[in-house]
């Protein structure tokens, strides 16, 4: 069977479980390029970008450094504990 090409235009890679999704489905953190990371609810923020698919995938990276890997940067506990607060965010809201 052939693959679908088209469906995996915007397909990203989580950096911590390593499946792809669908961009959109993905949760995009972000450093600009002042070095500044932050969670992307948009998706479209200028930068390195890196995805998680998950909050729980997101606690594995954090706990792996996986983020400061696909980020190329150090990221503080500053860093993280604020992506943790957007991503919750999100969350809330799509609930
Ligand atoms: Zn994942």
New binding site residues.
């Given amino acids: 069977m052939p693959e679908n090409v088209a469906s995996k235009k915007k397909q990203r890679r ?1 950096v ?4 792809s999704a669908d961009k959109r489905s993905l949760h995009r953190i972000v450093r600009s390029k002042d070095g500044h990371v932050a969670f992307d609810p948009t998706g479209r923020a200028a930068g390195r970008g890196a995805y ?3 909050e729980a ?1 997101f606690q594995a990276a954090r706990a792996s450094r996986k983020l400061d890997r696909a980020l190329k940067a150090s990221l503080s506990a500053d860093d993280y504990e604020r992506v943790a607060q957007g991503l919750a965010a999100q969350r809330a809201e799509e609930q």
């Fill in positions: 989580c911590a479980c390593g499946a998680v698919c998950s995938c």
